[in-house]
């Protein structure tokens, strides 16, 4: 039997392993934008996706130890953004350290960068935005490369210890080390020189 439309939305959004954040046109090989829009209204009314934004959707995680579901993942909800609008964006310095767990602070303010217009959004005691700028940065193919220099710029050259280098290293699968360190070539200088010990293979024994 073949599923419907709600049904095929969960099991994509299910996939994910829980704070996926999406539009409706994350959708439309399913089917034409008012039946998207028409499901997604359906599945928030029962609860089983959360509508975060006007336009944007996740699927909520659940915390077993807390017993609740928890808040819109904040990255998550910025690329969803992204994706709708065609947006290139970035993370600040701020968030990208908190992304990579050099920082427990989390940002009041989540700022990211953005080929797009200046735009806010609200979501709870954390402000979503996006403030336009030249992104000269943001030709790396791999999310992760863009996060490692920012984060890496925001720290500036001096705070880069062995222990921010050995953070990072575990932050990033080994599967992608060689794929980051031919990504990020253009950096800064110093930047791709800490991106090089972030990458080089750990000593043994």
């Not at 402000?127 to 992760?144: D, I």
């Amino acid at each position: 039997m073949s599923q419907t439309i709600e049904e095929r939305i969960v099991y994509r959004a299910r996939g994910t392993g829980g704070g996926w954040a999406f539009s409706p046109k994350d959708f439309t090989d399913f089917g034409g934008r008012s039946t998207i829009d028409t499901a997604l209204h359906r599945l928030a009314q029962k609860g089983q996706v959360r509508r975060v934004i006007r336009g944007i959707y996740d699927y909520p995680r659940f915390s077993e130890f807390l017993g609740q579901q928890l808040g819109p993942d904040i990255d998550q909800v910025a690329r969803a953004v992204a994706r709708k609008f065609r947006w290139r964006i970035q993370p600040s310095g701020a968030v990208a350290l908190n992304l990579l767990g050099l920082s427990t602070q989390v940002p009041a303010r989540a700022i990211y960068l953005s080929d797009g217009p200046d735009r806010a959004y609200k979501l709870g005691n954390t402000s979503l935005v996006f403030e336009h700028t030249a992104l000269k940065e943001a030709g790396f193919k791999l999310r992760e490369s863009g996060l490692i220099v920012q984060a890496l710029k925001s720290l500036g050259s001096e705070r880069i210890t062995p222990e921010v280098i050995s953070k990072i290293r575990a932050w990033l699968p080994e599967s992608l080390r060689k794929k980051v360190l031919a990504d990020t070539k253009t950096a800064t200088g110093w930047v791709y020189a800490a991106i090089q010990q972030i990458t080089q293979e750990e000593p043994h024994g």
